[in-house]
């Protein structure tokens, strides 16, 4: 299983990104997601999470600017980012929990992270 994060890039304080993650492989079900991201001398910080019915939550620095959905038809995930600031500046990666192969085998995956990068 292999999960490929794309979308990041340099922006303006006040502009939008659309973050998205897929996953391919031989998989058997995708149950939580979740975007991270980190900063350099941080520790990583949870971003947005999104359960397999559609339950949301956010970091309280993000609530209202950003939206996690996800296509579980697609086994994709994405991360609408609004109203950026420079203190969203970051690597951000997406996770997954996914069942894989014929006997859905759990497991937690990880993208390569994308940079996202807001100038002032």
């Known amino acids: 299983v292999q999960l490929q994060a794309s979308g990041g890039g340099l922006v303006q304080a006040g502009s939008s990104l659309r973050l998205s993650c897929t996953a391919s492989g031989n998989i058997a079900a995708v149950n939580a997601l979740a975007w991270y991201r980190r900063t350099p001398g941080k520790q990583r910080e949870l971003v947005a999470e999104?359960?397999?019915?559609?339950?949301?939550n956010y970091a309280n620095s993000v609530t209202g600017r950003f939206a996690i959905s996800r296509d579980n038809a697609k086994n994709s995930m994405y991360l609408q980012m609004d109203r950026l600031q420079p203190e969203d500046t970051a690597v951000y990666y997406c996770n997954m929990h996914l069942e894989v192969g014929f006997l859905h085998q759990p497991g937690d995956y990880w993208g390569q992270g994308t940079l996202v990068t807001v100038s002032s």
């Open positions: 999104i359960t397999r019915r559609g339950d949301t």
